[in-house]
């Protein structure tokens, strides 16, 4: 047997790629993936995950033949991750797992009551840095994901309130008495990043530190079950609790429908 030209060499890296069967040879030729595909592939998964998270209701069985068939037509050698499986089989594990995983949140999130609430801002203030004070405050009164957070820009933040980009585009408005600790920052920070927030060389800070400093800080001042979506939460059940109209709600939180949103106000 000779030696494989570079092109063929290529062309069976693909080939186990789309296998996803390595057989005894265990390293993955993924990790030779270019760079450059590696990210599209993951933009692709990313999308269609957002777009299955969306979804709602069981499966269309009498819809997922022809679906199937359209796209082996398009693709015919397309990696599966489940060899075998089909489509509607694939897709409605995906569904039935994100449901079980909204209830598990529905009943183990549970929201801060007045107290606990208080108590964290005030802490905040004293303990933490201007920018860190800032995020949590801002994730409280705007009901925000940190990856939401960590995109937005300087320019978002207006009289108006703060305008999310992206899939589901909306303006929060900003109460008032949240005003004085967002202007702070906005004194402090850096005037050449476009970031509403960023660390210390110039750079946006990502959704895990976002995470990772309310979890910290709920450990600090003993609220060891502190995180993001605890103040998402809070922040919905605060406006239920003032009278606000459920569409009202979700539309704050950038949810496809009040469906999804009664997965934070229960309990």
Same mark, same amino acid.
């Given at each position: ?12 890296? @693909?080939? %186990?790629?789309?296998?996803?069967? @390595? ?10 993936? *270019?760079?450059?595909?590696?990210? !599209? ?22 819809? !997922? ?21 089909? +489509?509607?089989?694939?897709?409605? $594990?995906? +569904? %039935? ?14 929201? +801060? ?16 840095? !201007? ?28 009289? %108006? ?13 900003? *109460? ?8 702070? $920052? ?28 309310? #979890?910290?800080?709920?450990? +600090?001042?003993?609220? *060891? ?18 009278? #606000? ?12 429908? *009040?469906?999804? #949103? ?6």
């Amino acid at each position: 047997m000779g030696r494989k030209s570079p092109q063929e060499k290529k062309r069976l890296s @693909y080939a %186990k790629d789309r296998r996803n069967r @390595y057989g005894e040879n265990d390293k993955s030729s993924r990790k030779n993936i *270019p760079r450059h595909k590696r990210r !599209v592939n993951r933009l692709n998964r990313h999308r269609d995950q957002q777009v299955l998270n969306g979804a709602r209701g069981s499966v269309d069985i009498d819809g !997922v033949a022809s679906a199937e068939e359209s796209l082996l037509k398009v693709r015919p050698q397309r990696w599966q991750k489940w060899p075998g499986a089909t +489509l509607g089989a694939l897709v409605g $594990w995906k +569904l %039935k797992s994100t449901g079980d995983r909204r209830e598990f949140e529905a009943e183990t999130l549970s929201p +801060l009551d007045d107290d606990e609430l208080r108590g964290m801002l005030s802490a905040a203030v004293r303990l933490l840095p !201007v920018r860190d004070a800032a995020i949590l405050h801002l994730l409280y009164c705007t009901g925000l994901r940190a990856t939401e957070l960590s995109a937005l820009d300087s320019r978002d933040l207006t009289e %108006k309130g703060i305008t999310v980009r992206g899939r589901r585009q909306r303006t929060v408005p900003v *109460p008032s008495e949240f005003r004085p600790v967002l202007d702070a $920052w906005l004194r402090e920070r850096d005037a050449e990043s476009p970031a509403l927030f960023s660390g210390t060389c110039g750079r946006r800070v990502p959704p895990a530190t976002v995470n990772r400093l309310v #979890t910290v800080f709920g450990v +600090l001042i003993g609220m *060891p079950g502190l995180s993001a979506r605890t103040l998402r939460k809070t922040f919905a059940v605060n406006l239920l609790r003032e009278g #606000t109209d459920l569409d009202d709600i979700a539309e704050m939180l950038g949810q496809a429908s *009040p469906e999804a #949103t009664r997965a934070y106000l229960t309990n």
